[in-house]
């Protein structure tokens, strides 16, 4: 199974790099759109402040991407990805201010390497513990949304942080594969996630279609 998603993951990486660009005007126009018709002032209170005020603090804040809660965060991702590429798990060591290793059995793949820096998983957790709230059938209260925020504010610092032309995991899939996947991938993950903060669930469904119209007027304009 392992070699078999390697093959396929290796066979589409270049056609999923040119799809990131193609997608990345009409996910930035979709993101606009969201924030525009969906966005209300409950939004940006509960989980648009928290995510800015700690994606600031993250920023201006010495030494916190080299903390352990940062390391572990980037540890985790390379660790779901390969488990999600059947890729076991073989040691994972944390050492803050000092980086982090993650170990697993097998070749690897890209997107193992590449998860960190488009995959919040911290925020990702948050966004579907919320299916807790649904089958209990209790309305999400507000803080949860503040909770997310501070995640995603999180992720989008530490993100800015690790990105930089001495990381290694770009050597793994390449320089130019990075430049051409992570803007694209971004916007498309962050687009989910505010749609996801401002109608729950349903907002990924919207965000979709939405993307999806952007996408096809992208494409009729190039086309006539």
Known sequence: MQSSINFFLALIKWPVALLMVLLAVPAFNTIVAVSMNLVTMDVLLWFGLPCILMCAAWLFMPGMSGSFLAIMEHELT???????TFHPPVSLDVNQNKGGYFAFKGKGNWLIAIAPYFF???????????????V??????DMYWSVLGV??????????LEIHPKQTDFKVV?????????PGAN???YGILLSF????WKGVDVYFN???HQTQELLMRFMS
């Open 151 to 160: 995640m995603v504010g999180y992720h989008l610092a530490s993100t800015i």
């Open 120 to 134: 919040p998983t911290f925020g990702f957790v948050v966004m579907l513990a919320s299916i807790a709230y649904i």
């Open 174 to 182: 390449g320089y130019l594969f990075t430049l051409l996947f992570l």
């Open 136 to 141: 209990m059938g209790e309305k999400i209260p």
């Open 187 to 189: 916007l498309i993950v």
């Open 197 to 200: 903060a401002s109608l729950g």
């Open 210 to 212: 939405v993307l999806n």
């Open 78 to 84: 390379h660790m779901l990805f390969a488990l999600l």
